[in-house]
């Protein structure tokens, strides 16, 4: 291999991700050649620089805040449910009023006091974040299978 | 200190049959690397503690999506990539916004003056390394922010990214390329170091 093939595969040896006999060959020629070995060595500077910076430093209290912030928080499959409920709410209450205008007055009135009993009973109206189940934050639609 | 133990897989199982207290081990686990993650990203610690405070609540909204099969770790860092890419999104966003109204807010995320670290967290160093890191191209920044300070292999970023591997590889070689010449004109005396940022 020349100098410029082995410049390509210095950074993924350095990072211990060259197959064995690439990672061999990478070292002879780096014995042989001051050029590639003194690229090598720049590198290296690179990410001994990078790691000079330190991880920020710890909050003693952020689990704690992470867990006061999840308050009474549903899980995702709870949200979906609340989201078929709010559906289901909103059908009965229209329904209602259609069946009410159109006349088969006694009989209907009692469905909206149903409706709402049932909605007051399953949601909570302060979350409104029942979009973000579906704003593939966990990337799972766009990176399914991308390669 | 639980003991034993317990996986990660084991936990997320509890949390989910309704022992949500037990989500506290998670983020114990996992937010300084959630933390120090999006704060190279970022170049902003006290905005990456903001972030990374809505990375947990998105993870454990999102905890029935997380097929057990030992990569926990994976899960919760797209979720936490995906957040970070957002945030910068909307940060250019805000600055196109605002210079198409004349006016520039001052939140420009590649900002020139530096980033707010407390005089502890910073040396002179630091500030010039944070700085060339955040000029990256997003991708290389991203995939470079991986390898070096949360170690992963190139297998593991694949599998926060959805990337191949040689395109892993060479993303992390073109961004260690790029830095090293900042350094070297560093060394040289020169000033200013990167074009442009390109995409
Ligand atoms: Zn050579």
């Given at each position: 291999m020349n100098c410029q093939q082995i410049a390509?595969?210095?950074?993924?040896?350095?990072?211990?991700?060259?197959?064995?006999?690439?990672?061999?060959?990478?070292?002879?020629?780096?014995?042989?050649c001051a050029v590639c070995r003194e690229e090598g060595n720049r590198l290296q500077q690179v990410v001994r620089r990078l790691r000079l910076v330190p991880p920020p430093a710890i909050d003693p209290f952020?689990?704690?805040?992470?867990?006061?912030?999840?308050?009474?928080?549903?899980?995702?499959?709870?949200?979906?449910?609340?989201?078929?409920?709010?559906?289901?709410a909103f059908f009965l209450i229209f329904a209602a009023g259609f069946a009410l205008q159109t006349g088969s007055g006694r009989r209907a009135t009692a469905v909206p006091a149903a409706a709402a009993t049932y909605s007051s009973v399953l949601l909570e109206p302060q979350d409104f974040g029942l979009l973000s189940v579906?704003?593939?934050?966990?990337?799972?639609?766009?990176?399914a299978g991308r390669e | 200190m639980e003991e034993p133990r317990l996986s990660d897989d084991e936990i997320v199982a509890s949390v989910l049959q309704g022992n949500r207290r037990d989500f506290e081990v998670l983020v114990?686990?996992?937010?300084?690397?959630?933390?120090?993650?999006?704060?190279?990203?970022?170049?902003?610690?006290?905005?990456?503690?903001?972030?990374?405070?809505?990375?947990?609540?998105?993870?454990?909204?999102?905890?029935?999506?997380?097929?057990?099969?030992?990569n926990f770790s994976a899960f919760i860092f797209r979720i936490a990539r995906n957040m970070t890419l957002n945030w910068l999104n909307r940060q250019k966003r805000t600055i196109f916004i605002s210079r198409l109204l004349g006016r520039d807010l001052g939140r420009d995320p590649f900002?020139?003056?530096?980033?707010?670290?407390?005089?502890?967290?910073?040396?002179?160093?630091?500030?010039?390394?944070?700085?060339?890191?955040?000029?990256?191209p997003e991708e290389q920044r991203l995939a470079l922010v991986l390898k070096v300070?949360?170690?992963?292999?190139?297998?593991?970023?694949?599998?926060?990214?959805?990337?191949?591997?040689?395109?892993?590889?060479?993303?992390?070689?073109?961004?260690?390329?790029?830095?090293?010449?900042?350094?070297?004109?560093?060394?040289?005396?020169?000033?200013?170091?990167?074009?442009?940022?390109?995409?």
């Open positions: 390509r595969m210095l950074s993924a040896s350095q990072d211990g991700e060259l197959t064995p006999d690439l990672e061999l060959e990478v070292r002879q020629h780096l014995r042989g952020f689990p704690a805040r992470v867990m006061a912030g999840l308050g009474t928080r549903p899980l995702a499959a709870r949200r979906l449910a609340q989201a078929v409920a709010y559906a289901l579906h704003d593939d934050t966990l990337g799972l639609f766009a990176e | 114990r686990r996992y937010s300084g690397r959630i933390i120090h993650f999006v704060a190279r990203m970022t170049a902003d610690n006290d905005e990456a503690r903001s972030i990374a405070q809505d990375v947990f609540l998105k993870i454990y909204e999102n905890l029935p999506y997380y097929r057990s099969e030992n900002r020139l003056d530096p980033p707010r670290l407390s005089p502890q967290e910073q040396g002179e160093r630091e500030t010039l390394v944070t700085d060339q890191l955040r000029r990256l300070y949360l170690e992963f292999s190139y297998l593991q970023i694949r599998d926060v990214t959805g990337w191949s591997v040689p395109k892993i590889e060479t993303l992390i070689s073109r961004a260690k390329s790029r830095l090293k010449k900042c350094i070297l004109l560093q060394e040289s005396g020169g000033e200013d170091v990167l074009p442009a940022r390109k995409k």
